[in-house]
Each structure stands twice: as C-alpha cells, then as structure tokens.
C-alpha cells in the first residue's frame, strides 16, 4: 500500500532522549527522509539516509535503518523544549519522477 | 537565499466557491510539487511540476482541482468548486531535480483554507 506509519503522539522529559519510530512499504525507496514542522510553518528538512545505510549520525539526530524491516527510527539525544514540533517520516520512492510519500506525523512534546 | 514563496496565508471560502493559491519556488529549481495536508495527516502529494509540464497528477482531483506551471517557474493552484473537505494547508514545494535521487525538497509556510 501507499501507507508510511509513524505514531501519533511522543511525550518526553526535558533532557531525556526521544526515540520516533517509523515503517515504510516499498522496499525499492532510496532515500528516506525526517523532515520537522513547527506550528503555523513548512516542513523543515532534519536529516535523510540512504537506503544502503545502517546508521546516520547528526550532531543529536541519530537515525537507524532497518531496511529488512523497513523499520526507519529518529532519535534525539538531549532533547530540548526548541525541539516540541512535529516530525514527519518520508520515502522517496523510485522512478521517474522521484515521489516523496509522507507519514501522519509524530508530534513530540517536551515537558520541564 | 529567498525561499519558496506562498500566497495568501489563509483563505476563509464558503463551498461552491472558487479560489486560487500562488507559489513562487526557489530560483532555478526545475521541479515544485503541490501537497494538500489535512489536519492530522501528513501531506498527500496533489501534484508534481518537472519544468511547465506534469510529471504527476494521480492524486489530483480534476473534476475539481487545477494546477497550472506556465513559464516553469511560478505556479497557480485552483479548486473550483471548493467543498469542504477541501479544508486544509496546501504546501508548494521546490527541488533543484525531482529525477535525482536525492533532491531535497524546500517547503513554503502553506496557505491554510478553510471552506464553510
């Protein structure tokens, strides 16, 4: 199907890690993307990895491809009130045209 | 860097009504994309620009939804009649080449329309 599935709702401590899980469907996806969304704004792109990657490591952002499982993960080490938003999974499937197929969104809150 | 250009923000029609939403991408990039998001959901591809021709439009829905790339760069998006389902943002999007395998997309602010 076309579904790429994330969990709706993460709430986190204020320095705590936060770990956003997402599955994606077409195993042929090159990239795959996290993209972030604060409120009243466009998607901001965060990090990407390639599809023959394990591991992408970014400053906080750590991401983890399981591509047998097309299991994609985000994590966000000392995670930050700046970092409540709403993160978006993506796959950039084949072809062509290259389409780019998002998930519902994770919306991530921070507490003190 | 200027970035993708949205106009207007917000838009409040009534249904059976038309309207029209303006996207400026970033200078130079070939492809813009038009994404419908509704609330809770993630954005759902409507239309896809490579230069001023459609590359693709299978989510698009034409009885209602029209989308124009005249001189490759600006783009207008027009629903006609609105119903109220159309209740969304309706994100533009640019990359340098939509046929590269990794061409990063930039998002516009979005226009949020309500139809009552």
């Known amino acids: 199907g076309e579904d790429v599935e994330q969990s709706l709702f993460l709430s986190v401590r204020e320095g705590d890690s936060s770990v956003i899980n997402c599955t994606y469907t077409?195993?042929?996806?090159?990239?795959l993307y996290w993209y972030k969304q604060e409120p009243g704004a466009g998607l901001q792109l965060l990090t990407y990895?390639?599809?023959?990657?394990d591991m992408k490591q970014d400053q906080r952002l750590t991401v983890l491809l399981n591509k047998k499982d097309k299991h994609l993960s985000l994590r966000i080490a000392d995670t930050q009130t700046g970092d409540s938003a709403i993160y978006f999974c993506?796959?950039?499937?084949?072809?062509?045209?290259?389409?780019?197929?998002f998930g519902a969104g994770t919306r991530l809150a921070v507490h003190p | 860097e200027a970035g993708v250009a949205q106009s207007p923000r917000y838009k409040i029609i009534e249904k059976r009504q038309s309207v029209a939403f303006w996207c400026n991408p970033i200078s130079g990039h070939a492809t813009l994309y038009w994404y419908q998001q509704i609330l809770g959901q993630g954005p759902k591809l409507l239309i896809q620009f490579q230069n001023n021709g459609v590359v693709d439009d299978s989510q698009l829905p034409k009885d209602r939804f029209s989308a124009e790339r005249l001189k490759g760069v600006d783009s207008t998006l027009k629903i006609q009649p609105a119903k109220l389902e159309d209740s969304a943002v309706y994100l533009c999007?640019?990359?340098?080449?939509?046929?590269?395998?990794?061409?990063?997309?930039?998002f516009g602010q979005g226009t949020r329309l309500t139809v009552v």
């Open positions: 999007a640019s990359s340098l080449d939509g046929t590269g395998l990794n061409t990063e997309a930039f």
């Open positions: 993506a796959e950039k499937r084949s072809g062509g045209y290259n389409k780019l197929i």
């Open positions: 990895i390639f599809s023959n990657m």
């Open positions: 077409d195993s042929s996806s090159t990239y």
